[in-house]
């Protein structure tokens, strides 16, 4: 089993769509979660972090469930813009080595 | 202010060949990553460093690869004797000790291709 799973799609939403990804982690250690955003051929950025209580920034909602080792990622009203592969990241044993997902594509179409 | 450099951006050698790739982190960063990320696929780390501490090597996929950190800055990722299936994206992130210390920035990348 991976460290950290996400599912590849791709997602091919329309403009204005509600979309969800999750990914699922193994380690119960992991103490630290992210979501990075990568375009094609460019490096990832950072798109936000997940804390415990789940937290929002503008249309993009992290959610973490710790008792299901499961991270999620919510895109509200999707812009062509939003169209990338989106990775999850998870920080291995509490430390500071991270582990990353193979990243779920996302398509926006108008 | 300035971000991850790496270099160079693009590398073609031939197999067999030795390589080597540097990146310069955001200055007072003191971990340093590098990753490594095939076509179509995901990241793969490599080895990290923090701070004085050794680095945590054990990504590394075989003894061809090595990486040294001097000063606490700048990082150089050696290769020796490439090999076809060592083609791919090699990314250098860094991250600060304070504040958030596991949101990485990444540099550019430098593509190695190996002929």
């Known amino acids: 089993r991976k460290e950290v799973e996400q599912d590849p799609g791709p997602f091919n939403v329309p403009e204005g769509a509600t979309v969800a990804f999750n990914c699922t982690y193994s380690?119960?250690?992991?103490?630290?979660f992210f979501w990075y955003r990568q375009d094609c051929r460019k490096e990832p950025k950072l798109l936000m972090s997940?804390?415990?209580s789940g937290n929002e920034d503008g249309r993009f909602t992290a959610q973490l469930n710790r008792a299901s080792q499961y991270i999620s990622l919510l895109i509200r009203d999707s812009k062509l813009s939003d169209s990338a592969t989106y990775l999850c990241?998870?920080?291995?044993?509490?430390?500071?080595?991270?582990?990353f997902g193979a990243g779920t594509r996302l398509f926006v179409k108008a | 202010g300035a971000g991850v450099s790496q270099s160079p951006s693009n590398k073609v050698t031939e197999k067999g060949k030795d390589v080597e790739l540097r990146c310069d982190p955001i200055?007072?960063?003191?971990?340093l990553y590098w990753y490594r990320q095939s076509l179509g696929q995901g990241l793969e780390f490599l080895i990290y460093?923090?701070?004085?501490?050794?680095?945590?090597k054990s990504g590394l996929p075989s003894d061809r690869f090595s990486a040294e950190r001097t000063g606490g800055s700048v990082s150089t990722l050696t290769i020796q004797r490439t090999q076809q299936e060592d083609s791919a994206v090699y990314l250098c992130?860094?991250?600060?000790?304070?504040?958030?210390?596991?949101?990485?920035?990444f540099g550019p990348g430098t593509r190695l291709t190996v002929t």
């Open positions: 990241v998870v920080n291995k044993d509490g430390g500071f080595k991270t582990i």
């Open positions: 380690n119960s250690a992991s103490q630290s």
């Open positions: 460093f923090q701070g004085n501490s050794a680095p945590d």
């Open positions: 997940v804390y415990s």
């Open positions: 992130a860094s991250s600060p000790t304070s504040g958030s210390p596991y949101e990485q920035y």
């Open positions: 200055s007072g960063h003191t971990a």
